[in-house]
């Protein structure tokens, strides 16, 4: 309960995050199999928040996530997904006030190849710090989550999660 109480601050933070993140997937692809993918953006950190101090997620999931520069191999999903997450930053992260195109160019020059032909389909190639308004405009209507919404948001990952768990089981077992 203690770990819930010292990472509040971050699961209301993480929470609007990966709304915004589902916005943009949703406001520039509206792809089925991207939409899927981005459901389970960071909830892994927000799991790890009922037990785990901040700077051990960071570095966990930062470590483990196919959507940051790591050692996982990834597919063109995983940078859309990394692009998304860069996107989204500045309209909900004070600190990183970067769009992607800057958050490239200045942390991931190596990543150039992967990620610039996305930034190019989006037609955010393009170093700026002003913000899409129809993005804006529905950061704005993002309320602060109660602690049931995050609980919610929780259970119905973990449910989720299972039921495709349980798919896979299925599918298994008729082959077999």
């Known amino acids: 309960m203690e770990m819930i109480e010292n990472n509040i601050d971050n699961l209301i933070y993480t929470y609007k995050h ?3 993140v589902m916005y943009l997937a949703e406001y520039y692809f509206n792809n089925d199999e991207l939409i899927e993918q981005i459901r389970s953006h960071d909830m ?22 196919s959507h940051h520069d790591n050692e996982r191999e990834k ?7 990394m692009v998304l997450d860069w996107e989204s930053a500045r309209y909900t992260k004070e600190d990183k006030p ?22 190019e389909e989006l037609k ?16 704005d209507t993002i309320k602060t989550p109660t602690l049931e919404d995050i609980r919610l948001e929780l259970i119905n990952y973990i449910n989720e999660s ?12 008729s082959i077999g």
Do not use: W
């Open 44 to 65: 892994d950190k927000m799991l790890l928040m009922l037990f785990y101090n901040k700077k051990d997620i960071k570095k966990f999931h930062n470590k483990m996530a």
């Open 124 to 139: 955010i190639a393009y170093s700026t710090t002003e913000k899409d308004e129809n993005v804006q405009r529905y950061v």
């Open 18 to 20: 990966r709304k915004v």
């Open 162 to 173: 299972i039921e495709k768990v349980k798919i896979k089981e299925k599918k298994k077992q």
């Open 75 to 81: 597919t063109k999903l995983d940078y859309i997904e």
């Open 98 to 119: 970067l769009n992607a195109y800057d958050t490239l160019i200045q942390y991931y020059p190596h990543l150039e190849k992967e990620i610039m032909p996305i930034l």
